[in-house]
């Protein structure tokens, strides 16, 4: 089912808040994680997180790893780069090797939603002022001047799953870099059906077990 109601709600609610949001066809755009997560739960989706922090500090051609059932794939032309950016609190991201180079993430399989801080460091790994753009493969886009390590991009497709998303910098001399990253999924119908009866067979097998035992 399409939230078309919900999504227009959401948009009015944070423009009247100060907040860019917009809905780009059967796709919401928000800067808000609180926003975010409220439309991904209204969905009945669930959120895994990637937090970067298993990977060493240092250069990689590429990156992958699933996180619940979610593969993610990144890549950059001169590749990537791992550390830490030194505000506090100190914490692990991603981000390209090479200045002004496109941070890509593929998703396998897609994914409903898809947000993180995303933002420009400088060479010392030092958050700084970028003008940020975001897009995913259709198109829908989030172009933004971002000054913080917690400056949140999410979007939610109300049809088609998310197949990828790119992240970069046009200001000179920054590095677009993400940090945590949050995947929304929906379970399929079956995998719904056999959640319900699962739970079911566990009740009725707690209702015996007790009445065994009385």
């Excluded at 890509?104 to 897609?110: D, E, H, I, Q, S």
């Amino acid at each position: 089912m399409k939230n078309t109601t919900l999504a227009v709600s959401i948009v009015a609610t944070l423009a009247g808040l100060g907040m860019s949001s917009i809905a780009s066809g059967a796709v919401v755009v928000v800067n808000s994680q609180v926003a975010w997560d409220v439309y991904v739960a209204a969905q009945g989706a669930t959120v895994a997180t990637e937090t970067f922090e298993g990977f060493a500090a240092g250069p990689a051609a590429s990156a992958s790893r699933t996180v619940g059932g979610t593969e993610w794939t990144a890549s950059a032309t001169g590749g990537l780069l791992f550390g830490n950016v030194n505000v506090p609190p100190v914490h692990r991201v991603i981000s390209t090797a090479v200045a002004n180079q496109t941070l890509n993430f593929t998703f396998a399989p897609g994914v409903q939603g898809i947000g993180g801080e995303m933002f420009g460091r400088n060479a010392a790994f030092g958050v700084v002022l970028a003008r940020i753009t975001v897009r995913l493969a259709d198109g829908t886009s989030f172009v933004n001047d971002l000054t913080t390590a917690t400056a949140f991009v999410g979007f939610y497709s109300d049809g088609a799953t998310i197949s990828s998303i790119s992240v970069a910098t046009s200001t000179s001399d920054t590095f677009a870099t993400v940090d945590n990253l949050y995947f929304a999924t929906v379970p399929a119908p079956g995998a719904l059906a056999l959640i319900s009866l699962a739970g079911v067979v566990g009740g009725r097998s707690r209702r015996r077990a007790t009445s065994a035992a009385a």
